[in-house]
């Protein structure tokens, strides 16, 4: 691991200097100082405290792994004796500087650093760090019930791409979009990231086009569905993207392949996407379990063994979910994943990594 934060002392008779690459033993114990004091940093016990003097006699600084998380806070917030004017500000210094320790003991081989124009904030180097990181954020605030919602956030954000002119796409313009009809409650999850967007930017910023790509695979994977690789680097946009580019729920399997080949995706790719309707309220299956049921329920086409009258049948799916089972090309690919589930993960998995990469603009640019 490589660690920058200023000079370090430690308790044991290892000895660190700014900047360390060092590997610490079980009972190393190192003191990063702060403002006022000092963090001390157990690795036995993956804990540390902030103590010492300049009106932190009252408080305490904790920042704790938990399996896969990382959670820093400051307890006792109100200002000792000799700093009347204990800030805000001060707290999420700490707090930040908390997160670093716990970084540089928690992920060895990374590259954890504290800018030096930026005394606030962290610098993180390692894309598949800030990977785990949001994902640790994004564990905190996940449930199976929220899982559904929060997977919607990247069909929608990604659903405006429009290959005809390369507009549209994994942008963040959702946020612009919240008014829309199409979008309506999208509020919801958007509030749920918002929370594991503000802790992610102690350590470094996220923008929402990763951070709903991101999310959308970790929803999956709350559910029991496979992992899904998302890389980071996507640009946010500045505004709304045009409107009239998401796919109605009401068009039929013919007017759906159109739609979906105007942004660039397959049949096949279609309808391994709408496999996501195999969680929430849809009526496919168990709504918190990600699985295949989404096509077994479409060769049953219960909607019309009961009937128009039937309450509870004519509920299940939307217009074009019913669609895909009467159409041929599309029922291929419904028999093949309801047969396979695993041929279904795999598929789903490649397909949404090319949804949430549809349309993005990157930096650096990709080549």
């Known amino acids: 691991m ?28 190192c003191h990063f100082p702060l403002r006022g004091g000092y963090l001390q940093l157990e690795s036995r016990h993956l804990a ?36 009347p004017y204990f800030t805000d500000e001060d707290k999420n210094v700490s707090r930040r500087q908390a997160l670093l320790a716990v970084l540089a003991f928690t992920i060895p081989g990374s590259q954890v650093f504290q800018p030096q124009r930026f005394p606030q904030a962290l610098a993180v180097e390692d894309e598949q760090m800030k990977i785990e990181l949001i994902q ?36 963040g313009s959702l946020l612009f979009e919240l008014e829309r009809p199409e979008s309506a409650g999208l509020q919801r999850p958007i509030k749920v990231l918002q929370k594991a967007k503000k802790e992610i930017e102690l350590a470094f910023p996220v923008s929402w086009a990763d951070l709903i790509a991101v999310a959308g695979a970790a929803a999956v994977l709350e559910c029991d569905g496979p992992v899904i690789p998302v890389r980071l680097g996507r640009l946010d946009a500045s505004g709304p993207d045009p409107e009239g580019k998401m796919p109605e729920e009401t068009l039929t399997a013919s007017e759906l392949k159109r739609t979906f080949q105007s942004k660039g995706f397959s049949t096949q790719e279609m309808v391994a996407l709408s ?29 019309k063994i009961g009937g128009p009258d039937d309450g509870m049948t004519s509920m299940i799916g939307l217009a074009t979910d019913r669609a895909l089972a009467d159409d041929e090309e599309c029922l291929e690919w419904v028999r093949v994943y ?27 640019p990709q080549a």
């Open 2 to 29: 490589a660690l920058s934060c200023g000079s370090i002392s430690t308790s044991s008779s290892l000895c660190c200097l700014s900047p360390i690459a060092c590997t610490p033993p079980a009972s190393l114990a």
């Open 136 to 171: 640790r954020e994004l564990k905190k605030v996940l449930s199976k019930g929220k899982s559904a919602g929060v997977l919607r956030l990247s069909f929608h954000d990604a659903g405006t791409f429009d290959s005809s002119d390369n507009s549209g796409g994994m942008n």
């Open 48 to 83: 540390s405290s902030l103590g010492g003097s300049s009106g932190f006699r009252n408080r305490k600084l904790s920042a704790n792994c938990y399996g896969s998380g990382i959670r820093a806070s400051l307890d006792n917030s109100s200002p000792g004796p000799e700093s």
């Open 275 to 303: 496999g996501a309707h195999t969680i929430g309220n849809k009526g496919f299956g168990n709504p918190n379990l990600f699985d295949n049921s989404y096509f077994q329920i479409l060769l049953q086409k219960p909607w």
């Open 338 to 364: 309801a047969a396979d589930q695993g041929r279904f993960f795999t598929d789903f998995s490649a397909v949404y990594t090319k949804l949430v990469n549809t349309g993005a603009r990157w930096t650096p």
